[in-house]
């Protein structure tokens, strides 16, 4: 089956629809809703990462994880609902691992060398 060529540049754009989100735990379906977020946003926030401060007596450079600001940042901006009573920040960790798999934008970001020669045409 050949793939038919693609010619409007919107169909690559996010989408805004709000995905409802299903997150089986404890014998019971938690349901999210999360919206897309666009390629700018995930990358502005992948900019909080990483934090590099210099010591200025010792001239070293330390690179300090900010994963957890991270991840809080991506929720507040994508959850447009959430079960009542939720708190993210003192969910177990076990539905923590479920919901940071569900929400978009925290998943690797895709480089050209992670993907299929197939799918990706110079």
């Not at 349901?31 to 990358?43: A, G, I, Q």
């Not at 939720?86 to 998943?107: H, N, Q, R, Y």
Request: charged content about 30%.
């Amino acid at each position: 089956m050949e793939l038919e060529e693609g010619t409007n540049g919107a169909e690559l754009h996010t989408s805004s629809d709000i995905k409802d989100v299903e997150i089986e735990h404890n014998g019971k379906i938690w349901r999210f809703k999360f919206v897309e977020l666009s390629w700018k946003e995930k990358m502005e926030l992948a900019e909080t990462l990483q934090d590099q401060q210099t010591n200025t007596r010792s001239g070293i450079t330390v690179t300090t994880n900010k994963y957890w600001k991270y991840l809080t940042k991506v929720y507040l901006k994508c959850v447009k609902s959430c079960p009542n009573g939720f708190m993210f920040d003192k969910c177990s960790p076990e539905f923590g691992e479920k919901l940071i798999k569900a929400m978009p934008g925290v998943g690797s970001i895709a480089s050209p060398d992670d993907l299929d020669e197939d799918e990706v045409k110079n």
